[in-house]
């Protein structure tokens, strides 16, 4: 009994670790969201009326409205195409690790220099994509200004760097399932759709909500990739929730209100990735 209490003196460097790096700046950014506070000025309580504040902001339902179809495009895609290359994978029988590993370096490269990299193909006359196209004599739209070609190309480069993750773990997951139900399968004639739908995807449901619940919180959080590829733009049709955040409290200065704006999304992304994992559940149940 000494020695396992002794063990939990291991846990203390990484306590103090989380306890700096998030619970402190948690708790202080809802303290914080209870007081009108602008940057450089003294703190003054108004309590929940930075909450009520920007539950009657029209902005605010705006963005949050664009932040949902963009994470659910984003998200939907990148579970589809990573099922499906993960899928292809696990059929190969040679070179699927090295294909895995090539594929997987995307996700490697820093959001922001990835960004960068997507705005140099998809700028205005001058990109890649653009010169290609006008070389042909077909002259394409805009596709960093006008709103719907925007919102595509957040999307495809949200799925473009973060699928290979999705990839990994799903063949990781399908590797796990019990070879013995995949051999019953086939010999009752169960054909790679039924296979797939029937076995496999049941035996990993765990991972599968696993992975969309940590795609469903990091797609929440967009902003480096659409500050760098629209800032935002056209107007506000690529400005998500943390994108607005980003607005209030480095442009405005209005920290009280960003922190309220903070706990929100905290809050609509738990709920989010609380719905998912009901939904499943429920069909797991066979209850729809």
């Known amino acids: 009994m000494h020695a396992q209490r002794g063990l939990w003196l291991f846990l203390v460097p990484s306590g103090v670790m989380l306890a700096l790096v998030l619970v402190y700046p948690l ?20 309590g929940f009326a930075n909450y ?22 984003s998200v939907t895609l990148q579970f589809v195409l990573g099922l499906a290359v993960a899928f292809g994978l696990y059929k190969l029988t040679f070179g699927a690790k090295a294909l895995n590993v090539l594929m997987f370096l995307p996700h490697v490269v820093t959001p922001v220099v990835a960004a960068l990299f997507l705005r140099w193909i998809f700028m205005g006359r001058w990109g890649l994509i653009d010169s290609i196209l006008i070389g042909f004599n077909i002259f394409p739209p805009d596709w960093l200004g006008t709103p719907g070609w925007a919102r595509l190309v957040v999307v495809l480069a949200e799925s473009w760097q973060f699928t290979p993750f999705m990839i990994l773990v799903l063949y990781a997951g399908l590797n796990t ?9 086939r010999m009752d004639g169960a054909g790679n759709w039924t296979l797939l739908t029937q076995v496999m995807l049941p035996a990993i449901k ?50 009280g209100r960003a922190s309220a704006l903070g706990v929100l999304t905290l809050l609509i992304s738990a709920m989010a990735i609380g719905l998912v994992v009901l939904v499943l559940h429920r069909r797991d149940r066979g209850v729809v």
């Not at 009520?52 to 495009?73: C, E, K, M, N, P």
């Open 27 to 46: 708790g202080y950014a809802i303290y914080l969201s209870f007081f009108n506070y602008y940057l450089g000025d003294q703190p003054r309580f108004v």
């Open 52 to 73: 009520v504040s920007l539950l009657q902001d029209q902005r605010f339902w705006s963005s949050l409205r664009t932040t949902v179809i963009l994470v659910s495009a």
């Open 177 to 185: 399932v019990d070879q013995s139900q995949i051999e019953s399968a």
């Open 206 to 255: 765990p991972l599968i909500i696993f992975v969309l619940a940590i795609r469903i919180m990091d797609a929440f959080r967009f902003f480096d990739t659409i500050y760098v590829l629209t800032a935002g733009g056209p107007g506000t049709a690529t400005e998500t929730v943390t994108i607005y955040t980003y607005a209030i409290a480095f442009r405005l200065l209005e920290v």
